[in-house]
């Protein structure tokens, strides 16, 4: 295989089409991969260790990975926030034995105890019309599940994508799947219009297969970034904790976490209408609704949109925020649980750092005001004056 098939197949590969013999191609090419013979400067590092580290990158995206008789790895840790919405009645039916058990239940009894904290990293599980789940980190590239009118493929970079073939003939034949984030995980989709999501730690979105009627209605719990495809005949929805975010397209972020005590939608361009029982607001680009949970009336400002969708492009910023909102941004993402030990000072924080950093360094950070300091023990991080 010449260099430029190569890159062509890889490209095609990238969009989820390639077959299992072009996949097979790629794999067998990975082991013929070499350096160019081009002058190697002393500040582009030692050759042998640039030389693997390119090859692995290689290997882990043209090679399927093994597959593995359970469906969730033991390093997932139970997502508590998770838990509440997985619990609500979801069942399936375990090949072992021949019993019903909630999605719950499920990650209960694969799940194991972490000692090393690690950044959270893209990993989810979909849930399918039937009940089936698939765990998205290992599962292989290509074709994942076909419902009714739609193909669900894995892409080579992990992205999920819904590809409609044909709408379907009423609404009663539309499927609906739910893709779920643990505590330490994030995932990237796209909908079968075109629509692009990505997903928090510790949220899930609820979703049709295919669209149909007069509206493109999504629920959403936790935190997701959405840039929705232009259709002016079918409106798109996001139900977010009893707030209907209602748009026809644009880029927006819906933060709807069952332990914050607001919602927050910010939008980035475009234009959306915030729906409440009787209550509304409109927001313009850089402005943020939120509303109290039970609270009776939209307020509307203007924030720095950067900030709110750092977390999508792999940063923690933070705009004079308090030490107990700071924290429930860390569980999430680090998979851990936080205590907090005697009067906690009152001072707000700001600045920036790598989501993907040790957790160390970000708590070190955040020691240097001199206000806060912490004790890890395990996976459990106190919080201290």
């Known amino acids: 295989m010449t260099k430029d098939e190569f890159l062509a197949l890889y490209e095609k590969c990238q969009t989820g089409k390639c077959t299992a013999e072009e996949i097979q191609r790629l794999d067998h090419y990975k082991d013929e991969f070499e350096l160019k013979e081009l002058p190697w400067l002393p500040e582009m590092g030692d ?18 990975k093994e597959k593995s008789s359970r469906k969730f790895p033991a390093r997932w840790a139970i997502a508590a926030s998770l838990l509440i919405f997985l619990s609500v009645g979801i069942v399936v039916l375990s090949d ?11 990650f209960a009894r694969k799940a194991a105890v972490k000692t090393a904290i690690t950044p959270g990293s893209n990993k989810a599980i979909l849930i399918l019309a039937n009940g089936n789940m698939v765990d998205l980190d290992g599962s292989d590239k290509g074709l994942v599940s076909k419902q009714g009118a739609a193909e669900v ?76 495809a232009k259709n002016k005949s079918m409106p798109f929805k996001v139900v977010a904790n009893g707030v209907n975010v209602n748009v026809l397209g644009t880029h927006f972020n819906v933060m709807a976490y069952q332990d914050e005590s607001v919602v927050k939608t910010t939008l980035l361009e475009g234009s959306v209408r915030l729906e409440k029982d009787e209550i509304t607001a409109m927001l313009t680009p850089g402005e943020q ?8 009336a939209f307020k509307v400002r203007e ?12 940063l923690f910023s933070f705009e004079n925020e308090n030490i107990r909102t700071i924290m429930r941004q860390v569980s999430r993402w680090y998979d851990v649980d936080i205590d907090y030990e005697g009067p906690l000072s009152k001072q707000n924080f700001g600045g920036s750092v790598s989501r993907f950093k040790d957790i160390s360094y970000l708590l070190k950070t955040l020691e240097l005001t001199g206000t806060v300091h912490f004790k890890v023990n395990g996976r459990r991080i106190t919080v201290m004056p």
């Open 303 to 314: 924030v720095k949109v950067d900030d709110i969708v750092a977390w999508k492009n792999g």
């Open 153 to 228: 493929r894995k892409l080579c970079n992990g992205k999920l994508v819904y590809n409609a073939e044909s709408k379907a003939e009423n609404d009663n034949q539309v499927a609906y799947n739910t893709i779920a984030t643990p505590r330490g995980g994030q995932y990237q989709l796209t909908l079968a219009d075109g629509t692009m999501v990505w997903l928090n730690a510790a949220s899930s979105l609820k979703f049709p297969t295919t669209f149909t009627g007069k509206e493109r209605l999504v629920e959403l719990t936790g935190e997701a970034y959405f840039e929705v």
């Open 289 to 296: 609704g939120l509303i109290k949970q039970g609270g009776s």
């Open 96 to 106: 072992k034995e021949q019993k019903q058990v909630t999605v719950a239940d499920h």
């Open 47 to 64: 050759r042998d260790e640039v030389r693997t580290e390119l090859l692995n990158t290689l290997r882990s995206k043209i090679t399927p």
